[in-house]
């Protein structure tokens, strides 16, 4: 698909994104610099979205569940067992792959149509689940993580995670490690099944490739991106809440991932920022931002169902990974 | 009050959400069945239904039984037109692609909603119902208004199933759903039954809601639930069959009905919502499996 291209355009082009990234740090005044940090984390999610999504073609309405198991397998571990943040951070990362392996067990039963509405389902089984141990979770009302929990203590190290350059760094290294993360899995054997699933899955049976293992791995690695993204967002911004297991948050990284371009590694980012500064341009003039996001969805599925970036690999740069 | 009294209740209850659940369900599982798509704004259809019948009923006001009878005509047929513009400007040219069709709904869902919440505000609204009659029971005296309201949900259920056997507006839907193509070659005007497939649906949702306004208030955010609880009576009832609608929609509201009066409500829509689920990855086909085609 990409041709006879050298991969080094290919990695010094995401190399390039990661110190742009990193320059921004010092240039953006301090309402952009904490947007962007929130940015990034969201992207993360919207990469792990793509996974399966893009690459796999696999259409979850359901990826909420594994951001929000990310998330309050964080915040649970500090709220009521006080551990500190790398291993709460584990904690959310185990969360999130031990339910995509679960509910990949079930869901992956079906395909098409049913695939949706069946992880559409189990997240919404999640949510419930969320407002009926109360108890635990905090309900609809959800957990406020204390500024003490969330400065991290690696060895001589100290990062403070409330502190706007310490988030930013921290949601930089996250995003650059799952890009690349993305980037090598693509373009290694392993993602040209995943591409060979999504175009023909009986011919790729045929070829002797178990498609349901893959598939099932695919849905692992895309949840556990989610998780890490979720958990990364309740250390950061020191929030936990229902809301973010709700139907919303897992049409949200469909919508960005469809706007950047679905199956590129830089679309997630593209998608996300795009959205994210429509709608907080939008904001300015009307309060009505889900009109906006229900006529893109629209707009997109009508006459751009490539993306931005899609579109620009398909008319000028076909060597865009 | 005594148990058997109590249960008795339940029961009524659960008919009376039983019946508006059947006519929503039969609209989602009409378009499914006919179109091979599903509808994530039904539920939005639902919602215009209920807030459009305030709007007629508050402008008219007079006697609530003519605001009522106002609200029972316009709101489904406006509804019917946002759907039938719908289908023809966006779901025709995505050529019911099922991805697609679910993406677009869902910008049609928040588009709806958020038009709702701009012009209709967020408060909960009542209808007066058309008349105010208790039935006096040995053990409680009951709305007779919400056992109109079964009795009325009975003849539409009727009424359609008529329209769908017996008359010719019947058969070109059932030949397009047999097989699309084949339709076409015999010169039946898909397109055209497509949008009027889909009109009809978004129809049923709003009459059901227009119901059961006097009862529950009119809100924006309303569609939620019956969207999901449609799902449910459509996959248990078997994805495209109309008798199992209706027969998964009563059990589906009965027991919805007993269950949220005798334990918590979040719990009974959790374990009803992964018990579907579940009923969706095992038996595909529905409970009451009409064999897939």
Excluded at chain 1, 115 to 124: D, G, K, L, P, R
Aim: glycine share 10%.
């Amino acid at each position: 698909m990409t041709g006879e291209v050298s991969p080094l355009r290919v990695y010094l082009l995401h190399a390039a994104i990661i110190l742009a990234l990193f320059a921004l740090n010092f240039m953006l005044p301090p309402y952009h610099h904490g947007l962007m940090a929130r940015i990034m984390v969201l992207a993360v999610f919207a990469m792990g979205y793509n996974m399966l999504f893009g690459y796999a073609g696999l259409l979850s309405l359901g990826h909420a569940m594994f951001f929000a198991a990310g998330m309050y397998g964080t915040g649970l571990a500090i709220t009521h067992f006080g551990t500190g943040v790398p291993a709460a951070f584990a904690c959310g990362i185990v969360a999130g792959a031990v339910l995509a392996f679960a509910i990949g067990l079930l869901a992956l039963r079906t395909s098409g149509v049913a695939f949706m509405i069946v992880t559409m389902m189990f997240s919404q089984v999640f949510y419930l689940a969320i407002l009926y141990f109360a108890a635990w979770t905090g309900g609809d009302q959800g957990m406020v993580l204390q500024q003490a929990a969330r400065v991290a203590t690696l060895g001589p190290l100290v990062l403070d995670l409330s502190h706007p350059v310490g988030r930013y760094m921290a949601a930089l290294a996250l995003f650059a490690i799952a890009l690349f993360a993305t980037l090598i899995t693509v373009r290694s054997r392993w993602g040209r099944v995943l591409v060979a699933i999504r175009e023909n899955e009986e011919r790729t049976r045929m070829l002797g490739y178990d498609t349901f293992a893959n598939k099932l791995a695919v849905t692992v690695l895309s949840g556990t991106i989610a998780a890490a993204a979720g958990s990364a967002f309740a250390l950061l911004f020191g929030y936990v809440g229902a809301n973010f297991a709700a139907v919303q948050y897992s049409i949200l990284p469909l919508l960005w991932v469809l706007l950047g371009g679905a199956a590129t590694t830089l679309g997630p980012l593209v998608g996300t920022v795009v959205m994210y500064y429509v709608t907080d341009t939008a904001s300015s003039y009307t309060s009505a931002w889900l009109l906006i996001v229900g006529v893109v969805l629209i707009a997109l599925v009508l006459f751009f169902p490539k993306g931005i970036l899609g579109t620009l690999r398909e008319r000028w740069a076909g060597w865009l990974p | 009050m005594a148990f058997g009294p109590h249960l008795f209740l339940a029961l009524l209850e659960g008919l009376v959400s039983a019946a508006v659940l059947s006519l929503t369900a039969l609209g989602l599982s009409l378009v499914f069945g006919v179109m091979r798509i599903v509808n994530v704004a039904h539920g939005e259809f639902f919602m215009l239904g209920a807030v459009l019948a305030w709007v007629t009923s508050s402008m008219l006001g007079g006697h609530p039984a003519l605001g009522f009878a106002a609200a029972l005509v316009a709101p489904p047929l406006a509804v019917g037109a946002v759907a039938w513009l719908a289908e023809r400007l966006v779901l025709q040219r995505l050529e019911y692609n099922p991805e697609a069709t679910i993406v677009a709904t869902i910008g049609l869902l928040y588009i709806i909603q958020q038009l709702a919440l701009t012009f209709y505000g967020p408060e909960a609204r009542p209808v007066p119902p058309p008349f105010n009659y208790r039935i006096l029971l040995p053990w409680f005296g009951y709305s007779g208004y919400k056992l109109s309201i079964i009795a009325f949900s009975a003849l539409l259920l009727v009424a359609t199933w008529l329209v769908l056997t017996r008359t010719k507006v019947g058969l070109l839907m059932r030949a397009t759903q047999y097989d699309r193509e084949i339709a076409q070659a015999f010169a039946i005007p898909v397109g055209r039954v497509y949008a009027g497939v889909f009109a009809l649906g978004a129809m049923l949702a709003a009459i059901a809601a227009v119901l059961i306004v006097p009862i529950s208030q009119a809100h924006y955010l309303m569609g939620h639930d019956p969207l999901l609880l449609s799902f449910i009576v459509v996959i248990i009832g078997g994805l495209g069959s109309l008798r199992g609608t209706v027969v998964a929609a009563i059990l589906i509201g009965l027991s919805d009905g007993i269950i949220s009066i005798f334990f918590s409500p979040t719990l009974a829509k959790m374990v009803a919502t992964l018990a579907v689920a579940l009923v969706l990855v095992f038996r595909p086909q529905g409970l009451f499996g009409a064999t897939a085609r």
